[in-house]
């Protein structure tokens, strides 16, 4: 049996445990599958991603990467993640480049690879002429692409997406689209919470739509239109009955 990269189960968790936000939550990402993570402001996606960076501890299931809790090898389990966060979060002492290089340092990659990549990434969100700057002269989208490229220099089996198109420019949502197909068809497994529905529905393989700490469905668009009773419904549609709790789940 193929082990996921991301197994999540039966977890329940938040940040005090006489009131938990996570309630029984369950899903798995495999190598080579990206995965929307959707649900209403609150809804608890943000701390189910904090469960999975081991930042929160579950009360009660678990959380393994590649087969393995953080638990039972935090190293092995951070080195095989990367994440992007909702908001960027720099080192305002360090260059764009010096951001790069700590994050090749951290991964242990080699010279020529970290080169090739960080020229490819460089290329591709148009930051060539900021290497040397400094934070404080990046704009909101130039910090998001900084964080972004961080986490795309290690080529990790799993990318953990946090919200990660606000502030970017529409050539920086298609650069970073592009990216995460890329490192899908190289085998990664890729979790993205995001409220951008349309991007959502175009590009992930599967959903998972979290509400108040609970998945009330997930699947593919098929399988989550078909639950839903209406095979032309767009995910758009899908995730407004369910906010509205308008929807009645077949079976
Ligand atoms: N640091 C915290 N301490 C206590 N409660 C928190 C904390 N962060 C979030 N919560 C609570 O946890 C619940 C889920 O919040 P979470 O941030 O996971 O939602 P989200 O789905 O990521 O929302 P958004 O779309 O607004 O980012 C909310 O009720 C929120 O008030």
Same mark, same amino acid.
């Given at each position: 049996m193929v082990v996921p990269i991301l197994s999540v189960n039966q977890l329940s968790g938040g940040y005090s445990r006489q009131r938990p936000?996570? /309630?029984d939550v369950s899903f798995d990402i495999k190598s080579g599958e990206l995965v929307g993570l959707v649900g209403l402001n609150g809804a608890g996606k943000s701390t189910t991603i904090k469960h999975i960076l081991g930042l929160l501890e579950p009360f009660s299931g678990e959380v393994r990467i590649d087969g393995r809790t953080l638990k039972e090898d935090q190293q092995a389990c951070r080195q095989k993640m990367a994440y992007v966060p909702e908001l960027p979060e720099l080192?305002?002492?360090?260059t764009l480049e010096e951001h790069l290089q700590l994050t090749a340092m951290a991964y242990h990659l080699d010279r020529q690879t970290y080169q090739e990549r960080s020229k490819q990434l460089l290329d591709l969100f148009h930051m060539e002429k900021r290497l /040397?700057?400094?934070?404080? /002269?990046?704009?909101k989208g130039m910090r998001q692409k900084v964080m972004i490229m961080c986490a795309f220099l290690? /080529?990790?089996a799993l990318y953990i997406v946090d919200e990660p198109f606000v502030g970017l420019d529409p050539l920086g949502i298609q650069s970073l689209l592009d990216l995460m197909v890329a490192m899908k068809k190289e085998g990664a497994g890729i979790l993205m919470s995001t409220h951008i529905l349309s991007t959502a529905e175009q590009y992930c393989d599967r959903f998972i739509i979290l509400q108040d700490g609970q998945i009330v469905v997930q699947g593919t668009m098929e399988e989550i239109r078909e639950k839903f009773g209406?095979?032309?419904?767009s995910l758009h549609e899908i995730y407004l009955a369910v906010a509205r709790g308008e929807n009645e789940w077949k079976q």
């Open positions: 936000v996570l /309630h080192y305002e002492q360090m /040397h700057w400094f934070p404080v /002269h990046f704009s290690a /080529h990790p209406q095979k032309d419904a």
